[in-house]
Structures are given as structure tokens and as C-alpha cells.
């Protein structure tokens, strides 16, 4: 359920009462927090099972806090979570947001879900992949300092990123011959050199590897041209070079549909594509569960393809 003092319990509940049937669910949280939700005992009765971990202090709780508790709670969750996948109990995993805030008083270092699970988990390659109705997008660099981000890129995290993206559309959607188009990081994809050089030092490289092994790669594009034409359908997938780059879009044209993917943990795992909204919590009457709802059907949609195949 994520932050307990998010919003995380709220859509939570409006979700899995909105989606009755569509999987055998279960929540990993507080059940005196999730009782706080208008509409918990239906999904009880609707056979929703609840892992409660009794984790939150239930006289000094608040919504919308950013405490060490919360954040210590979180990461239980997810610890929960991983014992649930490696016994084979659950096939796959919806995670609400968490405070980064919260999980570092509480003494963890982790700048988001993605970078708990490679710790954990230590996989191959891992891919952030952000979509919603309209775009679709894989990260090279993810919760990084804006400045950190050119000294990050590099061919051989482009290649395997744009590599990895590819696998998951042509594998995962269906798309037997996927395209994608790689953002420049620099303005004007730099002119030639002349804003920056990690097009023609980095990125460019990378596009002259994946374009000698696979068809239907492009760029370096400048970024906005390389979303417009994305969005007109031109190319399958966006390559963004830092987070903001991919974020922005996707939430312009689509945030109710928003969905965030992590390719190559060994397991399916989404997300909905916003934060706790500490600003909202308290009022559950404002949250709307609409991008959880679309992170909990591409999840069953890739269970399924993963039990088929």
C-alpha cells in the first residue's frame, strides 16, 4: 500500500473495490490504516486478502506526515513483498507510493522503488519503463541529480536500455518490429556539437550499434521533435536520457493512464505514475486511483502473457 501517510491506502481501496474479480488480490500493509478508508470492509467481503503487518502506531497516526516510521514501514512492505514472489505466493507486484523523504529518516538509502529492488534483488539489466495511453518511454538515467546526468550516460547504458526496450515490446506487446527513436540530452540534440558533445560522444554511438544489429532505431533526435513524432505514432517508444525528459510528456497527455514498468527484475512489477500527494492524503475523497488502476491491469496483462508463454 506503500507510505501508509500517503495516498497509497486510499486509492488502494477505490481501486481493488473498482476492479471486483479481475484477480485474486492481495494487500501487503496496516490494517488499521487501511480501515481508515471508506469502502475497506467491501473489499474484505469481496475476498481481498490483507498481509497486515501491524507496523504503523495506530494512536499517533496522521496522514499526510513525513516521519522514519512511515518510511521504515514502506520498506517492510516491500521486504514482505519479495518473500511473497521468491515462495510463488503472488505472480506479480503493484506498489503505491512511497516517500523517499521517509524511507531515508528511517535510515534506508534508497531514491525509489527501483533502486530497493536492484539492491535486493541484484538482477541483470534493469529498465524503467513509464507509459500511458499514448507514449511510451525507457529511461537511461533515473533519480538522478540533473547535473550528474551527462558524466552517467554512457553507449554501452543506452545500448542496453534501447536493447531492453525493445526485447519488451516486441516480446511482452506484440509489436514484431518495434521503433524507437533516441532523445538527444542537449538542446537541439546539440547541432552537430555545437550545445554539448554527448550526442556525438555518447548517444550516437550507441544508435550506430543498435542500428547494426536491429532495425527500426533513430536518433539521436532533438527531444521534443522525437515526442511529437512518438506521440503522432511515428515510433513505438521513446529512449529518454534523464527522468524529467520522459516525465513531463506522460504527464501532459495522460497522468490518469500512467503506468510505471520495471523490465528485468525477474518479476512484474508496476506502479501508478505519481507520488504520495502528502497535500491531499487526509481528504480520501480527493484521490483518484485511476493510474493505479491502469498499473494493476498492465500488471495481470503481463502475468498472463508470462503464464502463457
Given at each position: 500500500m506503500g507510505d501508509p501517510s500517503g495516498i497509497g491506502p486510499a486509492i488502494t481501496v477505490k481501486a481493488l473495490n473498482r476492479l471486483t474479480n479481475a484477480a485474486d488480490f492481495s494487500v501487503i500493509g496496516d490494517a488499521a490504516v487501511l480501515n481508515k478508508i471508506p469502502g475497506f470492509n467491501r473489499i474484505l467481503k469481496n475476498g481481498v486478502k490483507v498481509f497486515d503487518l501491524k507496523n504503523v502506531d495506530a494512536k499517533g497516526f496522521e496522514f499526510g506526515r513525513i516521519r522514519g516510521e512511515y518510511g521504515r514501514a514502506s520498506?517492510?512492505?516491500?521486504?514482505?513483498?519479495?518473500?511473497?514472489?521468491?515462495?510463488?505466493?503472488?505472480?506479480?507486484?503493484?506498489?503505491?507510493?512511497?516517500?523517499?523523504e521517509s524511507v531515508?529518516?528511517?535510515?534506508?538509502?534508497?531514491?525509489?522503488?527501483?533502486?530497493?529492488?536492484?539492491?535486493?534483488?541484484?538482477?541483470?539489466?534493469?529498465v524503467m519503463m513509464l507509459l500511458n495511453k499514448y507514449l511510451k518511454f525507457g529511461l537511461v538515467t533515473r533519480h538522478l541529480s540533473l547535473r550528474d546526468v551527462p558524466g552517467s550516460l554512457t553507449p554501452e547504458g543506452i545500448y542496453q536500455v534501447a536493447f531492453t526496450t525493445y526485447k519488451w515490446l516486441n516480446d511482452t506487446v506484440g509489436i514484431e518490429?518495434?521503433?524507437?527513436?533516441?532523445?538527444?540530452?542537449?538542446?537541439?540534440?546539440?547541432?552537430?556539437?555545437?550545445?554539448?558533445?554527448?550526442?556525438?560522444?555518447?548517444?550516437?554511438?550507441?544508435?550506430?550499434?543498435?542500428q547494426s544489429k536491429i532495425k527500426g532505431f533513430y536518433g539521436p533526435l532533438p527531444a521534443d521533435i522525437a515526442i511529437h513524432k512518438a506521440l503522432m505514432g511515428e515510433y513505438d517508444a521513446v529512449i529518454a536520457m534523464y527522468h524529467?525528459?520522459?516525465?513531463?510528456?506522460?504527464?501532459?497527455?495522460?497522468?490518469?493512464?500512467?503506468?510505471?514498468?520495471?523490465?528485468?527484475?525477474g518479476f512484474i512489477r508496476t506502479s501508478p505514475l505519481h507520488g504520495t500527494a502528502f497535500d491531499i492524503a487526509a481528504e480520501q475523497s480527493y484521490a483518484d486511483p485511476s493510474s493505479l488502476i491502469s498499473a494493476i491491469k498492465m500488471a495481470l496483462k503481463c502475468a498472463s502473457i508470462r503464464k502463457k508463454a
Open positions: 520498506v517492510e512492505y516491500l521486504n514482505r513483498a519479495l518473500q511473497l514472489l521468491n515462495d510463488q505466493e503472488i505472480d506479480c507486484l503493484i506498489t503505491c507510493p512511497i516517500s523517499k531515508n529518516l528511517a535510515g534506508f538509502n534508497y531514491s525509489g522503488h527501483t533502486e530497493y529492488f536492484i539492491k535486493k534483488t541484484k538482477p541483470g539489466p534493469v518490429y518495434p521503433r524507437i527513436v533516441l532523445c538527444g540530452l542537449n538542446p537541439h540534440a546539440s547541432d552537430n556539437g555545437l550545445i554539448g558533445d554527448e550526442e556525438v560522444k555518447v548517444i550516437s554511438p550507441a544508435a550506430k550499434k543498435l524529467d525528459q520522459a516525465l513531463i510528456p506522460l504527464k501532459i497527455t495522460g497522468m490518469d493512464s500512467g503506468v510505471n514498468l520495471t523490465l528485468g527484475l
